[in-house]
């Protein structure tokens, strides 16, 4: 069935929008997301820099934007195989809703799955905050 140009603006119309966000605001000829107009982001931030925009409600800095970027390009090995997404994605296969499938997900996660990235921070903050301690006690070291 074929539909005709006045039946697509009218199935597109929206008359009495249902949600309000802070994220973005759409009006005819115009987009802004988190107050930045869409036509100044384009071209101008990287995707990473876009997803910490939306998520955190400003831009980045050069160290969040490289940081975020790493996370990002580290995921890319998953695809669709981890024992998490399994598990969410056969939640939603039987119509449970969108939280409990992410519920199930983040269930599913133990020491052999999602454990290693948990070890891993424990290991930064502890050496962080080894730095820190070495940092207050140099003043007391130099003679």
Not at 15 to 33: A, F, L
Not at 116 to 125: D, G, H, T, V, Y
Not at 126 to 138: A, E, N, P, S
């Amino acid at each position: 069935m074929a539909l005709g140009r006045e039946t697509v603006e009218n199935l597109l119309k929206i008359t009495k929008p249902r949600w309000r966000t802070s994220i973005t605001k759409v009006e005819p000829n115009r987009i802004i997301t988190r107050g930045y107009p869409q036509e100044d982001l384009i071209g101008k931030i990287s995707f990473p820099e876009m997803v910490y925009l939306l998520l955190k409600g400003e831009l980045p800095h050069k160290n969040q934007s490289k940081m975020l970027e790493a996370v990002l390009v580290s995921f890319c090995d998953h695809g669709v195989t981890p024992p998490s997404t399994q598990v969410a994605r056969i939640m939603a296969s039987t119509g449970a809703s969108m939280n409990t499938c992410v519920s199930g997900g983040l269930s599913s996660f133990g020491k052999h799955h999602a454990g290693a990235l948990e070890r891993s921070m424990c290991l930064i903050q502890r050496l962080i905050k080894g730095v820190r301690i070495l940092m207050d006690l140099q003043p007391l070291l130099q003679i």
